[in-house]
């Protein structure tokens, strides 16, 4: 497991998701610019509408308008690329409901925008590695990819579309672990929706490349078949692809330990 080594140039820090000063050092050491940022809050970051909780439940979930953030401290945590421990850690007095409040947040930059004529997942390492036309790798974003339940696919598929911000249609027949419902339902948009806020579709039917409300969950947990990215990863990944983008999946699963 990453994080466990001292000597790991990887490492992100500890078990509650709190940075400490040997992670901090070594992300300045390799970064031109500075590993953290001032932003001030503007009106529209709390400006909402949020939801008060997100249901756990996909029957309490259709019955949602929107599945909006639960409230500015998880949609800037979001937007930042952040956990929320960790914006709390970094921000301990900041009231971060406030207009107008300075805090300090990851300094995420602005992302590549390279056109990917070919997108390898690979389920051992649990991993999207986005190639160009040239057979460059231009993007890596680790992924939860099938699980024993619902394995994801083998083979070699294309993109048929992209949906941003998409509903989410259940039907009793995918059989989804801990989902009781036998009528099909669907779920409305928002970052917090089953699938995000994109959803990529493949022409393996039923599966798709999407984001999550969960991200500090991708890679160390499994999905239902389909390939989950953190939102920011998805959307990232969303504006690069086109249809009929290649879709090689490579590799074999190994079990969650």
């Known amino acids: 497991m990453r994080g466990e080594d001292p000597d790991d140039p990887l ?11 040997v992670t ?8 031109l610019e500075p590993v953290v940022t001032e932003y001030e809050i503007s009106p529209k970051d709390v400006r909402g509408p949020f939801v008060k909780r997100v249901p756990t439940s996909f029957e309490a979930m259709a019955r ?8 500015p401290r998880e949609e800037l945590a979001e937007n930042f ?5 960790l914006l709390n850690s970094l921000n301990p007095r900041a009231d971060i409901d406030r207009s107008g409040t300075h805090i300090i947040v990851a300094n995420v930059g602005v992302r590549p925008r390279a056109k990917v004529d070919k997108i390898v997942v690979d389920k051992q390492e649990r991993s999207l590695v986005a190639f160009d036309k040239n057979g460059n790798p231009v993007a890596f974003f680790p992924a939860s990819i099938g699980s024993e339940e619902k394995p994801a696919p083998s083979g070699i598929f294309r993109i048929r579309q992209v949906d941003r911000n998409p509903k989410y249609h259940y039907d009793p027949k995918f059989g989804f ?6 009528h099909e339902l669907t779920i409305k948009p928002g970052p917090n929706n ?31 078949g389909c390939i989950r990215l953190t939102n920011w990863d ?6 690069m692809v086109h249809r009929g ?13």
Not at 64 to 71: A, K, N, Q, V
Not at 177 to 182: C, D, N, Y
Not at 194 to 222: M, N, Q, R
């Open 11 to 21: 490492l992100l820090g500890d078990d509650t998701g709190v940075i400490n000063s």
């Open 24 to 31: 901090f050092d070594r992300l300045a050491a390799i970064s």
């Open 64 to 71: 949602l308008p929107r599945l909006s953030y639960t409230g």
């Open 81 to 85: 690329h952040m956990d929320e421990k």
């Open 177 to 182: 672990k801990g989902v009781k419902t036998k």
């Open 194 to 224: 089953p699938v995000g806020l994109v959803w990529i579709d493949l022409t393996a039917p039923s599966y798709g490349i999407h984001g999550t409300p969960f991200p500090d969950k991708v890679g160390k947990t499994e999905s239902h």
């Open 234 to 239: 998805a959307l990232a990944l969303a504006s």
């Open 245 to 257: 983008t290649v879709v090689e999946f490579a590799g074999q699963p190994t079990s969650r330990s």
